[in-house]
C-alpha cells in the first residue's frame, strides 16, 4: 500500500472495509443465506435447507447451467477473436482511423443492451440470415455486447508493447507473419486471458437482451432466476443465483492461473 503509517493503513481498512461490506459484500451474504432457507422471518431468512440447491443442480437448472456455459465459452472466444483482430488492424491505422474503430466497437455498449438485443432481433428475422428461434440468435447478441470489451482490453495492451521486440525480429528477417504469431501475440497472452475472462463473466450474467431472444430449448441460467423470482420462488432463485456465482468465479480463477503462467513466461 502507498499508505506507509500504522494508522493511516487502519484507517484505509476500516474506510475499505465500510464501504465494500454493505454495498457488495451484504447483499452477495444475503442471497447466500436465502438460498439456504425455506420462509422469511423478520430481518433474515430461516428455516435451513439444502433442498434448493439439490433442485439447482439437476434438470431444467443443470440444463441452463449448461446453456449459460456454452453461449459464454463460444461467445468469449468469437469476441476474443474479432476484438483481437480490429485492435491489431486500429494499431495499423493510425489515431484517426482507431479513433473511428474504437467508436464503432464501442457503439453496442453505449446503448442499454436490451436495444442490442432489438437490434439483432429485427436485423435477423428475415432471410437470407434467419436465426430468431434458434441458439445463434443468442450467442451474436452476447458476442456483439462483448466484443467492445475485448476490444479495448487488447487495445491497451496493444499500446503498452514495447516495439524493440518486434523490430528486433523484424531485423533478423522474420516475417510479419512469424512476428505476430511469435512475438507479439505472446506478448498480448496475458491481456487475451484477462479480456477472455471479462467476457465470460459479462456473458454469463447478461439478461436484458437474452430476455428477448432465447428460444424454449436454449435458455440461459439468468433467465431461470428472473422467471423464478417473477413467480415468487425467491429461495429457489437465490440457489441459483449463488450456482451461477460459483460457476463464474470458477471459471475465472481457472483464467487467473493461466494468465499468472503466461506473465512470466
Not at 439437476?58 to 456454452?70: H, N, P, Y
Not at 463460444?74 to 489515431?95: E, I, M, P, R
Not at 450456482?243 to 487467473?256: E, F, I, K, Q, Y
Request: hydrophobic share 55%; aromatic share 8%.
Amino acid at each position: 500500500m502507498l499508505v506507509h503509517s500504522r494508522t493511516g493503513r487502519w484507517t484505509a481498512w476500516v474506510t475499505f472495509a465500510v464501504l465494500f461490506v454493505p454495498l457488495f459484500a451484504l447483499p452477495l451474504l444475503v442471497i447466500v443465506a436465502a438460498s439456504f432457507s425455506t420462509n422469511w422471518s423478520g430481518a433474515f431468512p430461516s428455516g435451513p435447507t439444502a433442498e434448493h440447491y439439490a433442485a439447482a443442480v439437476r434438470g431444467e437448472s443443470l440444463q441452463a447451467l449448461t446453456t449459460s456455459l456454452v453461449t459464454a465459452l463460444t461467445a468469449s472466444l468469437v469476441a476474443l477473436t474479432v476484438g483481437t483482430w480490429a485492435a491489431l488492424a486500429g494499431a495499423a491505422l493510425g489515431k484517426k482511423g482507431k479513433r473511428v474503430l474504437d467508436a464503432l466497437f464501442m457503439l453496442p455498449v453505449a446503448v442499454p443492451s436490451v436495444v442490442v438485443g432489438l437490434a439483432v432481433l429485427v436485423a435477423f428475422s428475415q432471410p437470407p440470415v434467419l436465426l430468431n428461434g434458434t441458439r445463434w440468435i443468442v450467442i451474436l447478441a452476447h458476442t456483439v455486447l462483448v466484443t467492445a470489451f475485448a476490444h479495448q482490453s487488447v487495445s491497451a495492451a496493444i499500446q503498452r508493447l514495447d516495439p524493440m521486440y518486434e523490430q528486433a525480429a523484424a531485423s533478423l528477417g522474420a516475417r510479419p507473419s512469424y512476428v505476430l504469431l511469435r512475438v507479439r501475440l505472446p506478448l498480448l497472452l496475458p491481456s487475451l486471458n484477462a479480456a477472455a475472462g471479462l467476457c465470460f463473466a459479462l456473458s454469463m450474467g447478461e439478461l436484458s437482451a437474452t430476455m428477448m431472444l432465447y428460444p424454449p430449448d436454449w435458455t440461459p441460467l439468468p433467465v431461470l432466476i428472473f422467471t423464478a423470482t417473477d413467480r415468487g420462488s425467491l429461495f429457489t432463485g437465490s440457489a441459483l443465483a449463488v450456482v451461477l456465482m460459483a460457476t463464474t468465479l470458477l471459471v475465472l480463477l481457472a483464467v487467473s492461473r493461466i494468465r499468472t503462467k503466461a506473465s512470466f513466461r
